[in-house]
C-alpha cells in the first residue's frame, strides 16, 4: 500500500492572524525608526494607515536617471492623436516665446557685439499630432548660442530643431537692443542710442525668407501748426510755438535673395536720410536750439513720414518687400496719429492686430 504524505501547505489562517497579532503588538511599542525600517507595505497594516501610500519626502540627491529609467517617463505631449482635444486642426505657430541669451553679433563699425537677446521660435503642427517637446528649441537653439549670429547661423538653428520636431515649418524671431554712437548737433558730444531691432527667419512650404525689424524713434513738428504759429507771429505779433511730438516708425524689411547683407547700421541709416529728426541723445543748449531749427526745417505729417522711409527703401538693393508703420503720438491730440505703407507680398494685411499700434510707444 503507497501511503501519501500531504505536502506541506504553510501556515494556514489561523497562525497568519495570530503572526500579525504579535507583530502589533510589537509596533506599539516600537520606535519611528524601527518602524520605518520594515517594508513599506508591512508598515502600513501595522500602523493602521490604510491603503494611502508613504513617499519618502527627502530629495534623492544621488539618485540617476539612467536611459531605461528614462524611457518608463510619461509623454502626453507627443501622444497619440486620440488625445487630441478640440477641432483636430493643423496649427501654424506652436513654440516658446522670450527666453532669452546673450547672443555675439557681427556689426558694421564696431566688430562683434554681445548683447541680450529675445528669442521666439515656434513650428507648424500636424493636425494628427497632439504637440511638440518644445523644450528642444532651446536645446537645439543653444547649439548655436556660442557662435556669432548671422542669418546663416540662424538657419542652421532652424534646420535642427526642425528636424528635432519632425515639422514642415519653422520661424525663429531674435528681438534686441542694439546701441550705436550718435554726434550732438553742435556741441561735439556723443552718446549711445539704442535701436529695437529684431530678426526674423521664416519657412514656410520650403520656402525660406529673412527678415529684418527696426524701431526709430524721431520728433515730428506738425507743418499745419508750424504755418499757423508763423501766421500768428506775422499778423499779430503773437509768440507761437508749433506742436511736436516723439514719433516712432517700424520698418521690416525682406533681405533680398542673393543680395549683399544690409547691416543694422544700414537701416538706421536710411532712415535718419529719410527723416533727420531723430531723437537727440546728449543735449547743450546750443543742441537744443540746433534741434529746433532742424525740426522746423523738417516738419512732417505721419503720411509723409510712411513716403519719405519708403522711398528710401525703394533706392536700396538689397531690400525686397518691406512694410512701414508710423505712430505720431500726438502732443495737440488725445489720440495717436498712425500709417500703414506696405510694398510686396510678404508684409500684405487686411485686418489690424488690436495691439499693434500700442506696439510702438517708446518709453525712453
Same mark, same amino acid.
Given at each position: ?99 532669452? =541669451? ?82 550732438? =548737433? ?107 531749427? =532742424? ?64 506696439? =510702438?510707444?517708446?518709453?525712453?
Amino acid at each position: 500500500m503507497t501511503i501519501i504524505t500531504p505536502v506541506n501547505q504553510g501556515p494556514d489562517r489561523d497562525a497568519a492572524e495570530a503572526a500579525l497579532e504579535t507583530l502589533r503588538t510589537w509596533a506599539k511599542g516600537a520606535s519611528t525608526a524601527e518602524l520605518d525600517a520594515l517594508d513599506p507595505a508591512i508598515r502600513r497594516v501595522l500602523t493602521n494607515r490604510g491603503d494611502y501610500p508613504e513617499f519618502d519626502r527627502t530629495y534623492p540627491e544621488d539618485f540617476k536617471a539612467c536611459a531605461h529609467y528614462k524611457a518608463t517617463l510619461p509623454d502626453l505631449q507627443n501622444g497619440p492623436s486620440s488625445l487630441i482635444r478640440g477641432s483636430k486642426r493643423q496649427i501654424q505657430h506652436v513654440g516658446i516665446s522670450n527666453f532669452r =541669451l546673450p547672443i555675439g553679433f557681427h556689426t558694421r563699425d564696431n566688430g562683434d557685439l554681445t548683447l541680450e537677446t529675445s528669442i521666439t521660435g515656434s513650428v507648424s503642427l500636424e493636425a494628427d499630432k497632439k504637440g511638440i517637446n518644445m523644450s528642444r528649441i532651446m536645446r537645439s537653439f543653444y547649439k548655436h548660442a556660442e557662435q556669432t549670429f548671422s542669418f546663416e547661423v540662424i538657419e542652421r538653428a532652424l534646420d535642427d530643431y526642425k528636424t528635432d520636431l519632425e515639422s514642415f515649418d519653422a520661424r525663429i524671431q531674435m528681438r534686441f537692443s542694439f546701441p550705436m554712437k550718435i554726434e550732438s =548737433l553742435r556741441s561735439g558730444l556723443s552718446g549711445y542710442q539704442y535701436y529695437d531691432i529684431s530678426l526674423e527667419l521664416v519657412e514656410m512650404n520650403g520656402v525660406r525668407q529673412r527678415i529684418m525689424h527696426l524701431d526709430y524713434v524721431y520728433s515730428s513738428t506738425c507743418p499745419c501748426s508750424l504755418e499757423l504759429s508763423e501766421h500768428a507771429r506775422a499778423t499779430r505779433g503773437q509768440l507761437a510755438t508749433p506742436h511736436s511730438q516723439r514719433s516712432v516708425a517700424r520698418v521690416s524689411v525682406a533681405m533680398e535673395e542673393g543680395a549683399p547683407l544690409i547691416w543694422f547700421e544700414d537701416l538706421i541709416e536710411a532712415c535718419r536720410r529719410a527723416v533727420p529728426t531723430e531723437t537727440q541723445v546728449m543735449v547743450k543748449r546750443e543742441d537744443e536750439q540746433a534741434f529746433a531749427e =532742424l525740426n522746423a526745417a523738417n516738419p512732417i505729417f505721419v503720411e509723409d513720414a510712411a513716403r519719405l522711409f519708403a522711398e528710401q527703401l525703394e533706392n536700396e538693393p538689397r531690400v525686397g518687400d518691406f512694410r512701414v508703420i508710423a505712430s505720431h503720438q500726438e502732443s495737440l491730440h488725445s489720440h495717436d496719429a498712425i500709417s500703414v505703407l506696405t510694398e510686396g507680398p510678404t508684409f500684405e494685411m487686411q485686418s489690424i492686430d488690436p495691439k499693434l499700434f500700442n506696439t =510702438l510707444f517708446h518709453v525712453g
